[in-house]
């Protein structure tokens, strides 16, 4: 099972966390986007050079896309866990931050697993997210969508983190 990263990715701690996963074989897939610009690029790259990682990214500026974080957790044991909420995935936001999340459990509430999964792949298929491989024409996509969404075309730009939107863990 996945450990749940104790502060706001991507801080050290987090990304041993995600990287000792997926070097243990798990499979890790990430959505995000890069409304508004509050994306962090370098958080982008690190989780696109993991292995057993597939980042998708929509480049759309243009019109709302994506602002909705959930974190899906799918286990062989069958005890599927999410989060769907306002909050990132770090300790104080799941715990003490002044968040709305919702835990969902493949036990309690199997239908809403299935839903979750089922839009996850929906987003996934779609034309909107394409794969961020990592390589140079990937970076130079992203940097450009993130400054177009910021406003600031041409001028070097400090991205805000805002790792989010969606991750399926297998």
Known sequence: D???PEHSFPTRRSSDLLEEFTRSGRQLKV????YMGATDAKAVEFLARLPNTEVKL????????????SYLFFRNTGFHTG??????????????????????????????????????E???????????????ESRTKLQYALQDARGCQGESVNILLNFTQFFETR
């Open 31 to 34: 959505i995000t986007t890069s």
């Open 58 to 69: 929509s480049y759309n500026t243009q019109r709302e896309r994506l602002h909705a974080k």
């Open 122 to 136: 929906t987003y996934w298929e779609s034309d909107d997210f394409e794969l961020f491989d990592g390589k140079l």
């Open 83 to 120: 989060y769907i909420g306002s909050s990132n995935l770090s300790h104080s936001a799941l715990t003490s931050g002044l968040e709305w999340n919702l835990k969902i459990t493949s036990q309690e509430i199997p239908h809403i697993i299935d839903k979750s999964l089922s839009t996850f």
């Open 2 to 4: 996945l450990h749940y």
